[in-house]
């Protein structure tokens, strides 16, 4: 998974990446790219090890990208924004960063802080951004059909692709075309609209608000939240005791970046699975829904391809039993088929023949 960090500028993007990844915040503001990987903090990899008596623990891994942010109260700033469209739409969700930190040393955007008119701003960008892909695409489609060659697909296409024109004219998302249109899913499966991919607010509230938890409010958002982006970069740094200390100190549950990465899994639809053995304990991500067979695809094709069941035990069930033989028998270790729905924290392993 990889997540996109845009806003307007110094709405603390890049402090946040510093908070996300722990790494050291960019000397200069020279905008540039940035993007690390970061494994996923899950809690139960470590007593998992200790079931199976596993070598190493590996996490899965989610990946943060910083973006330059533009003024787009003028022409020139939209020019440069939409510069990094085509990278933005590569991305699998958008982190909007909005300020409502107060900071005498930081000028602010338009004079105010206004997180959801911020947002607004950013959201009618990707907006123009969805237009532009569509009429793009609806001129090609045109003169095409003035050619002299069967049409049939191009007629359809236009057709949906108008009435994306329009719902986005009339700031709708394009999945109300989806609703009235039922034919329309597989043909825009194809264009990476912007306004489509989920989207996580993150409002940057000042150090004196770091413990409000309560995430904004907004219609274009799939999941929100709150943070001091400047104190969690400087509680990123710290080792693990002290970032403990410093967690409680401040009347917090989690540190940004678990809660960033959790708006982010529920943004995307995304659970985690488990496996363990004598090598590692791992966890794998997958969206909602995935069949065990799917799920086991993740880990190799062959193990899909091959799949004959899937061995399952609910973390929790594995957990208060302590051990694997015990909860087989204890019953509490199932044998499920290629198309079971696999859960959030099901440690599976996989049975197949090749
Ligand atoms: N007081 C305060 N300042 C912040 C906070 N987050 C960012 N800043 C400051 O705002 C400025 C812009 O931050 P930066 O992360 O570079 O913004 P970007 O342009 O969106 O990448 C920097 O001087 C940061 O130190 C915050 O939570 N509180
Ligand atoms: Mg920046």
Avoid at 161 to 178: D, F, G, Y
Avoid at 283 to 289: E, R
Wanted: charge should be negative; charged fraction near 25%; proline fraction near 6%.
């Amino acid at each position: 998974m990889n997540c996109a960090i845009i806003g307007l500028p110094q709405s603390g993007k890049s402090t946040l990446f510093a908070a996300a990844t722990g790494l050291a915040p960019a000397p200069g503001q020279m905008p540039q790219v940035r993007r690390a990987a970061v494994p996923v903090p899950d809690h139960r990899l470590k007593p998992l090890a200790k079931i199976f008596a596993s070598k190493k623990i590996t996490h899965a891994n989610i990946e943060f990208t910083d973006f330059p942010g533009f003024s787009l109260a003028d022409g020139h700033g939209r020019d440069q924004f939409r510069k990094y469209l085509p990278d933005i739409r590569s991305t699998d969700c958008l982190v909007v960063v909005v300020r409502a930190f107060e900071n005498e040393g930081v000028p602010a955007y338009r004079d105010r802080i206004n997180p959801s008119a911020d947002l607004d701003e950013v959201w009618e960008e990707l907006v123009f951004g969805d237009l532009e892909t569509v009429t793009n695409r609806v001129e090609k489609l045109e003169a095409a059909l003035k050619k002299p060659t069967k049409h049939d697909d191009e007629k359809r296409e236009l057709a949906v692709l108008q009435r994306c024109q329009e719902a986005l004219e009339n700031e709708r998302p394009i999945s109300t075309v989806l609703d009235e249109i039922t034919d329309a899913a597989g043909l825009l499966s194809n264009f990476p609209f912007l306004t489509e991919k989920p989207l996580i607010v993150v409002q940057n509230v000042s150090e004196d608000h770091a413990a409000d938890t309560q995430p904004p409010a907004s219609a274009h958002a799939r999941a929100a939240v709150s943070l001091c982006a400047e104190l969690e970069a400087e509680m990123a740094r710290l080792d693990e005791a002290d970032r403990a200390a410093f967690l409680a100190d401040l009347g917090l549950e989690a540190p940004a970046q678990e809660r960033l990465i959790g708006a982010c899994y529920e943004a995307m639809g995304y659970i985690s699975f488990l496996t363990g053995g004598p090598t590692e304990a791992r966890a794998w991500s997958i969206p909602k829904g995935f069949t065990a067979m799917e799920a086991a695809g993740r880990i190799h094709t062959d193990l899909a391809r091959g799949f004959i069941r899937a061995e399952t035990v609910a973390y929790d069930d594995l957990l208060a039993v302590g051990d694997y033989k015990a909860a087989k028998a204890a019953g509490k270790v199932r044998q499920e088929p290629k198309n079971y729905v696999v859960q959030d924290g099901d440690v599976m392993l996989i049975k197949f023949n090749v």
